[in-house]
């Protein structure tokens, strides 16, 4: 009947549609430039710290001292930047604590910028956030996560229901974190200019959409432990293979317990360290691609693609429908 015609005709039009953009897709992956690699060196350290372990003093001690172990390893050449993954420091960064331990960690990286997870806090209010230690042993730089997990890292309504004791369940400090300002650039030097997610930041586009300038690099840290060794950490690292093929941008990641990686404007994996293991990945950051479409257009043709899809399916509809040509 006419109803069925009108499903199948926009089924069609949307077939068309998708295979057109993959299609186009598939063009502009054949034919980029072979993606080379930078001068910028990298060392990616991952501690394996389960998610039961990590905060037990004694173990937040020893894990603690691994990544300074891992830091400190020998390497040829030296890297530019060191990584540490999300939450990686058992202190807060303000704290006497801090005061000590900031410079070990400068000392480990030998020379290197050390960007690491960290929590703060001033007053009432805490942060998940990424700290930049220069090669002097200084906080140059620190970005505060924005795009918080709800019930994760904040409660919604959270005056209220604070009152009755119910907190984030990643949160250590007070009720909930406070969500930084947005995006940012960051300069780390010889590293170059990177954009920092925490964690499940980079499953949206927007997060990367939003900076003013293009970034270098994309550099994500996160503690995937809360998902133990299912398909979270798996299904976290696919969607950060996605953001570097949706921007045409280099994406190194240092994961808690795992998968870290460095993944290239074309969404391959350079180079990974599975779950369940400690260790380090020494890498070199690719070059970045020209910029996507997506990254020069974002939403906007896919949301008109589907108004279009909408207008030819309800002018189907209306034809179908019409009494002139002795339809019902």
């Known amino acids: 009947g006419p109803g069925r015609r009108c499903a199948l005709a926009g089924g069609l039009v949307a077939a068309l549609a998708l295979g057109g953009v993959w299609w186009g897709g598939a063009l502009r992956a054949g034919a980029e430039r072979a993606i080379t690699d930078s001068a910028i060196r990298v060392r990616l350290v991952q501690p394996d710290a389960a998610q ?82 220069d090669p002097a042993g200084a906080v140059a730089a620190v970005y505060d996560k924005h795009h918080l997990v709800p019930f994760g890292e904040y409660m919604p309504l959270g005056d209220r229901l604070a009152g009755l004791g119910l907190r984030g369940f990643a949160v250590q400090e007070g009720f909930g974190y406070s969500a930084g300002p947005g995006p940012v650039l960051l300069d780390l030097g010889p590293a170059g200019r990177v954009l920092p997610l925490i964690c499940y930041e980079a499953i949206f586009p927007r997060s990367i959409a939003a900076v003013p300038e293009r970034p270098d690099w994309i550099l994500q840290i996160t503690n995937d432990a809360w998902f133990g060794e299912v398909s979270g950490p798996f299904q976290h690292l696919a969607q950060a293979r996605l953001r570097a093929v949706e921007f045409g941008l280099p994406l190194l990641r240092a994961a808690n317990t795992g998968v870290s990686a460095v993944i290239d404007a074309r969404g391959r994996l350079r180079a990974s360290l599975g779950l369940g293991a400690h260790g380090v990945i020494d890498a070199v950051v690719p070059w970045p691609l020209p910029p996507t479409p997506y990254a020069r257009a974002g939403d906007g043709p896919l949301a008109l693609l589907l108004i279009l899809l909408l207008g030819v ?4 509809g209306r034809r179908g429908l019409d009494p002139a040509r002795g339809r019902r």
């Open 52 to 133: 039961h372990l990590k905060w037990r003093p004694d173990m937040a001690r020893l894990f603690f001292e691994r990544q300074l172990t891992l830091t400190a390893a020998p390497a040829d050449p030296l890297p530019d930047v060191v990584v540490w993954p999300e939450t990686a420091v058992p202190f807060l960064l303000d704290s006497g604590t801090a005061g000590r331990a900031l410079p070990a960690m400068a000392a480990a990286a030998g020379g290197a910028w050390l960007a690491f997870g960290v929590q703060r806090v001033e007053g009432r209010q805490a942060w998940n956030s990424l700290a930049v230690l």
């Open 313 to 316: 399916v309800a002018a189907l």
